[in-house]
Structures are given as structure tokens and as C-alpha cells.
């Protein structure tokens, strides 16, 4: 119901806008509003904190530091690797995105640069060590099923289908 204030164990649907320390637009939930499950780390840690009491309707906007969002920028994920590694792809740019294989699982990497037989990539998230901005307007709360608290995850409309 209306008055029902987010907490943990929630299924909330909002709609947002991510914006930059500079105002630019990142991303926007488009159409469909972004469904998660609070509590469950669903989401970045400085914005589950930002929706935990709010109800239906709300309408805020939170900054959330690099921190609390998708960590610091750590300058030791830059590498330079042989472009050979680069095997099929023709013509390597910067800002080109490749998912790579590492011990923590798969992550993207982006291109820096391209120096002679070298390629200089950066494995941090591409929004690390940036505070985001999010205007937030939650469209609807209601309890998890026990199937989604086991799982971690939302099913259904904006959630898993399995
Ligand atoms: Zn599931």
C-alpha cells in the first residue's frame, strides 16, 4: 500500500536519472522502472541507503561519492598488453569495451590508448571514482516472495526469468 515505507526485503520499483558531477546525463531508466530487492546489494550501497524509508511517490535526489557507488579509481587496474592478445579484432581504438576473463571473474576493460604493438586498457568499472547524482521517484514497493529472498533477486516483471 501507499504508506508502506521501504525496508529490507522490499521489492521497489523506481524510475531514475544518473548524472555526473557535471550535470551530464549517464543513464536513465527508460519506459520501465528499475525493480531490485533492498537489502540484497541489488544496487550501489549509497543509493539502497537513500531509498531505505521512502514510500511511493517520493521524489528525491541523492549524490552518492565514488565510494558508496562503484568504489575509487585505482590507477593499478591500468595495464599495458600486447595488441596481440587483441586476436580478431581488426582495428583497436580507444574507448572500445571488451569483456575479459580474470581471477575475479569477467570484467570489463576499455581501451586507453594504442601504442605501437602495445594497448593500454583499464579494467575499473567505467564509473569508478565518480560521485553520481540520481533523481529518484519510487512507483511501487511490495514484499519479496521467500523463492526471490532465496535467490537474492527479483523474478518477474524487471527481474530474473528462470
Ligand atoms: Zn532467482
Redesign the pocket.
Known sequence: NSMTAIANNHVVSFHYTLANAVGEVLDKSQGEPLVYLQGAGNIIPGLENALLGKTVGDKFTVTVPAAEGYGEYNPELVQEVPAKMFQGVDNIQAGMQFQAQTDDGVQIVTVKAVEGENVIVDANFPLAGQDLTFDVEIVDIRDASQ??L????V?GAG??H?
Open positions: 523463492e526471490e532465496d535467490h537474492g533477486h523474478h527481474g530474473h528462470h
